[in-house]
């Protein structure tokens, strides 16, 4: 009978490796689909909310509502039920052997466990905050990290390194008392725990004497009773933590979720369906302001028809960039309308507005990738004929054969290791191979020494030919090719005309501009 109770306690054993396997494969499994899929949604739901959006939240804080908290959640899809299961099923074959063994057993190990699942919960959340206080350093850490990595260049050149290594010391203490904090309360927990079941043990130990005196149980049975008194820790502790998870998990989804109910102010229009080629642009008494009361563009006005350019100017501030994104539609003009090919852009589809409205501005975006993925931004339709053709027609040819791989060299994000001229033409590329209707050059040539200047000025000249343009510019020659000018200040219209009829009239400020000869207008 004992080597058949042996085989029968092998299998079961190995039955349990085999099933223990199987069901964290299928809960790992479970666990990452559901969480993978919620990160992809929420990361394409914070892509698709506004530019306002994104400024009152750091990418710090981003990652720690796509990644963090949804982390929370993978160990409640892929544990939760197994663990909750199985260590409620083991914890009651427990009690029932028990009972079965002696009523007045298992009545006693049923009491002690109820005060002691009671009991290590509470134990667990006294635990909470010292964990939240370490989670919180940390992300303190790794923000400070972030940003200051992000400008290293600046640090460096202003000898701020010392003042920086100072803060670093300040979160890393913070860090380690916070860590050595949670780390003790732990260890408490710990022993606080353990001593519970010691008590519970010593009961098994006594009830377990005092029934085998009294003849009511053999010494087996009395071995039973504390060996399965002893098995109780494991499911007590499992339930204790899994419902601690639980509400973990509940806070993170109603993050979550809040994250999803923020709708951008900016939404997709029906479809404006305008015809290709070049496009007319209109301002009809725009008004806008990034914030309640602080108005940066005041009654602006203006139209040009398809194919035409305009020479934006003013000074520093004085809204000629917040004039292109509204164009963009990366804002929605708080007054009046913004018209592109004679429709409104809020009934345009976003992708579509985007398609046909390209930007370069002054600060160029190299990401991680290819030089291909970087000129067609993902977009494997475009023949690689046509990207080179481009670079050529920028300028970038001898560039691009002095890359190692070509067209598959790997650019870093930030684009170390292009000039800022190397960026400003590969800025340029992006938007030649988009080829839009309506292109906007905000101070696209500012960065740019002589020379390469230059070499763009023919590139500008083929990228302006067929397409209605808004060239902003702080240097009066910049907009020489300029069908009309327009002159900003403080968000206002103050001139607007054609160039020609500008430049010949006297009491215009434009032409007073140009006999000063003042080059820089900021
Ligand atoms: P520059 O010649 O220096 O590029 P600009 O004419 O392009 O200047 P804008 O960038 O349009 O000026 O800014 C106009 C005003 O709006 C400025 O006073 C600026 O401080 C403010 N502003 C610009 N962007 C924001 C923003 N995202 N949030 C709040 N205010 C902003
Ligand atoms: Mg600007």
Not at 127 to 154: I, K, M, W
Not at 400 to 419: F, I, N, V, W, Y
Not at 473 to 481: E, P, Q
Request: hydrophobic content about 45%.
């Amino acid at each position: 009978a004992l080597l058949v109770l042996a085989a029968v306690y092998i299998a079961a054993a190995l039955a349990g490796q085999v099933l223990g396997v199987a069901a964290t494969d299928a809960g790992e499994w479970v666990g990452w689909t559901a969480t993978n899929a919620m990160r992809a949604d929420l990361a394409e739901h914070c892509l698709d909310l506004d530019m306002a959006f994104h400024q009152e939240h750091t990418p710090g804080e981003m990652i720690e509502r796509i990644d963090g908290d949804i982390d929370t959640l993978s160990n409640f899809f892929s544990q939760f039920v197994i663990l909750v299961l199985g260590s409620g099923l083991y914890l009651v074959g427990v009690l029932v052997l028990l009972w079965l063994e002696d009523w007045r057993i298992g009545v006693s190990i049923a009491a002690f466990t109820v005060v002691s699942v009671v009991v290590v919960t509470r134990l667990q959340n006294v635990s909470v905050p010292y964990v939240t206080r370490e989670r919180q350093a940390s992300a303190e850490l790794y923000g400070f990290l972030e940003e200051r990595l992000a400008g290293l260049a600046d640090l460096r050149s202003n000898g701020a390194s010392s003042y920086v290594m100072h803060r670093f010391h300040h979160f890393m203490r913070n860090l380690f008392r916070a860590g050595r904090r949670s780390g003790m309360m732990e260890g408490v927990m710990w022993s606080a725990t353990t001593g519970l079941f010691v008590v519970g043990l010593a009961l098994a130990l006594v009830l377990g004497l005092v029934l085998y005196r009294q003849g009511a149980i053999t010494l087996g049975g009395a071995y039973l009773i504390w060996s399965y008194t002893s098995e109780l820790r494991w499911p007590i502790q499992q339930l204790a933590q899994q419902l601690q998870d639980l509400q973990r998990a509940t806070a993170s989804i109603r993050r979550v979720q809040q994250l999803y109910s923020e709708r951008g102010r900016i939404e997709d229009g029906p479809g404006a369906g305008v015809e290709p080629g070049p496009l007319s642009v209109e301002f009809r008494g725009v008004s806008f302001s990034y914030h309640e009361g602080e108005q940066v563009l005041r009654d602006v006005s203006f139209r040009l028809e398809p194919g035409e350019v305009l020479g934006l100017l003013g000074r520093t501030g004085s809204g000629k960039s917040t004039i292109a994104r509204l164009l963009l539609r990366l804002y929605d003009a708080t007054d009046g309308q913004v018209l592109v090919g004679g429709e409104d852009v809020r009934r345009f589809r976003l992708d579509e507005l985007h398609a046909r409205v390209g930007m370069v501005t002054q600060q160029v975006q190299v990401l991680q990738g290819t030089v291909r993925d970087n000129l067609t931004m993902f977009d494997t339709s475009k023949s690689d004929g046509r990207v080179i053709e481009v670079l050529r027609d920028v300028g970038l040819s001898s560039w691009l054969r002095s890359l190692p791989d070509g067209l598959d060299t790997e650019l870093s994000a930030g684009g170390l290791g292009l000039s800022a001229g190397e960026e400003q033409l590969l800025a340029f590329a992006r938007v030649f191979l988009r080829d839009p209707g309506v292109v906007v050059l905000d101070e696209a040539s500012s960065r740019l020494d002589p020379a390469t200047e230059l070499r763009l000025e023919h590139a500008v000249d083929e990228l302006l030919e067929g397409r209605t343009a808004i060239i902003i510019a702080h240097r009066l020659d910049t907009v020489r090719r300029a069908d009309r000018i327009l002159l900003l200040e403080d968000g206002r219209v103050v001139e607007h005309g054609r160039r020609q009829d500008l430049e010949s009239d006297p009491d215009s400020r434009f032409r007073a501009l140009l006999r000063t000869g003042e080059e820089v207008l900021a």
